[in-house]
């Protein structure tokens, strides 16, 4: 049975205290399933906010880093044992703030108690290495030291996962943080804050700051006294974020969209390419960034494969997530709603055809929801808009080609490079894709969606900033090398 309690009001996280914005105001966090109901009310939080928790941050910094890398992880043990207790409550949240069913937000709050018992683990691996030096009375080795405070900024689309994938790395390796959610999501982050709360998190070790992108967000990126941002969200935004830390001489790491191709051969199980091409394409009713938006299918299985697909996704129950019935959810907000449907009719303008959905449900009882129907089109050329931007809606395009060499070489004409899968079983075919992809995750039978915790994760070309998330990779850009040399 549902505790979840609707309209409360949230404060900011900083210093151990739950705090009002400074200004008093609040944003109304609204469930895109139906806009009549207000989830919660979040702080609209200024700067003078944000300058508060990076004080406080960087104060906590001193002692935190002074902790063993054992001491840290108890910190990360307890507050997954908390979060696993409430994960019912948070996944709750995060369905009614955001739109994601219900068994997909409690897969994504279990997926955040697993990563941080895996970065609470990573505090007793090692840390450096030992090299040898030309001097033979000298020791020389490699230590691995914080940054500081570091800075997170996260999208709505996984908003307990991605905080936390960033916000413990950080911490294990000893640096404080200050997060900044997504406010479209902001009631989902102050519950996964409560749980580091009430494990015991020293006072300024994990702060959050509520409020807008373009007020926090860029102060947080232009703020000398955050040593590093990790951010997830548009190309856009990230690219600003990126210059404004790089200009003041700090550390960044972007990760950003994506326009991910699946590869359907002339050999694949076509029944396990639609499961695939379904999942990675709709689940979350498309809003991943190694989401599935490219479908690059083999002249001779295309007509086979577009049936069995046409009928699996006529199959699909739109609805709330909360209801054990929906498959898939509303996108999370109206401005992202508009955009699907911004794109949906840019594909037909540019001379797409639409096979399927392309519109708002017509049932009354999703009328006050931001429901798009899932939408295949065909006939998509790699200059359309819908071929090579990323939608980050249920859309996906249709594309026939004649071998595996010109799929591979489609699929490598975007933009974009962060995850691509193919379904066939020549082994051939597999190492020409593996070999050939610009892609930083390469799948093969297995949709382009879903990463593990204990890989890197991250892209090529304009998904990211070329650095990888997650995995024992995170601790490049957590940390800073130091190469100590010693000598009696
Ligand atoms: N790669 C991914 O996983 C994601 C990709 N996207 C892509 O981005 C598109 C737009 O989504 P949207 O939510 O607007 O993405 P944004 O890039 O705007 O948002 C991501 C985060 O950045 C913050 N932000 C916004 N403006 C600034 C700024 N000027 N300086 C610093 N931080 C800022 C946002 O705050 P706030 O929203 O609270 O204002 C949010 O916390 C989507 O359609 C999708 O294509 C979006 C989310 C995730
Ligand atoms: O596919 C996943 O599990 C992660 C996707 C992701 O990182 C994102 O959408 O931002």
Redesign the pocket.
């Given at each position: 049975m549902s505790t979840f309690q609707l309209e409360q009001t949230y404060s900011n996280f900083i210093n151990g205290e739950w705090v009002k914005a400074a200004s008093g105001k609040t944003d109304a966090s609204i469930n895109p399933a139906n806009r009549n109901e207000v989830v919660g009310h979040v702080p609209a939080s200024g700067v003078e906010d944000l300058n508060q928790a990076v004080t406080a941050a960087k104060a906590a910094a001193k002692s935190w880093r002074k902790l063993t890398g054992a001491e840290r992880g108890d910190f990360l043990f307890q507050a997954a044992n908390v979060l696993e207790r409430r994960a019912n409550e948070v996944a709750e949240a995060m369905t009614r703030e955001m739109g994601k069913t219900f068994p997909e937000a409690k897969g994504e709050t279990m997926?955040g108690v697993a990563i941080l018992r895996y970065y609470a683990g990573e505090g007793m691996r090692k840390t450096g290495d030992v090299i040898p030096s030309t001097d033979s009375e000298a020791l020389m080795f490699t230590t691995r030291v914080p940054l500081g405070v570091v800075g997170v900024i996260a999208?709505w689309?996984?908003p307990v996962?991605?905080p936390i994938w960033k916000a413990a790395p950080a911490l294990i390796y000893g640096n404080t943080v200050v997060l900044k959610p997504a406010q479209e999501t902001a009631v989902t982050a102050a519950k996964v804050l409560e749980c580091f709360e009430e494990a015991g998190l020293p006072a300024g070790v994990l702060n959050l700051v509520c409020g807008k992108g373009s007020v926090i967000g860029s102060a947080m990126a232009e703020h000398p006294d955050v040593n590093g941002i990790t951010f997830?969200g548009s190309n856009e935004v990230g690219k600003r974020v990126g210059a404004a830390v790089l200009s003041r001489g700090a550390k960044y790491q972007l990760?950003m969209g994506?326009k991910n191709p699946v590869i359907i051969a002339a050999d694949a199980d076509l029944d396990l390419a639609v499961e695939g091409t379904i999942s990675g394409g709709l689940k979350?009713t498309g809003?991943?960034?190694?989401?599935t938006s490219r479908v690059i299918i083999e002249r001779i299985v295309y007509d086979a494969f577009k049936e069995k697909l046409l009928a699996k996704v006529e199959e699909i129950r739109l609805g709330d997530g909360m209801s054990g019935e929906s498959w898939m959810g509303p996108c999370a907000s109206e401005g992202q709603l508009n955009t699907v449907l911004s794109y949906i009719q840019k594909g037909q303008d540019e001379g797409a055809i639409l096979l399927a959905g392309g519109n708002r449900p017509d049932s009354p009882e999703l009328a006050e929801g931001f429901y798009v129907q899932p939408t295949v089109f065909e006939g998509v050329e790699s200059h359309m808009s819908i071929a090579r931007e990323e939608i980050f809606g249920p859309v996906l395009a249709l594309m026939p080609v004649d071998s595996i060499e010109e799929a591979i070489e489609l699929a490598n004409d975007s933009d974009y490079g962060l995850?691509a899968s193919i379904y066939t079983q020549n082994v051939g075919s597999m190492l020409s894709f593996i070999r050939d992809m610009d892609a930083g995750l390469v799948r093969i039978n297995a949709e382009?969606?879903?990463?593990e915790l204990q890989a890197p994760?991250g892209g090529m070309k304009m998904s990211s900033s070329h650095s990888r998330e997650q995995g024992q990779a995170a601790i490049e850009f957590f940390t800073a090398i130091k190469t100590v040399f010693v000598k009696s």
């Open positions: 997926r999208p689309n996984f996962a991605i997830t990760e994506g979350s809003q991943k960034c190694t989401a995850s382009t969606a879903g990463v994760f």
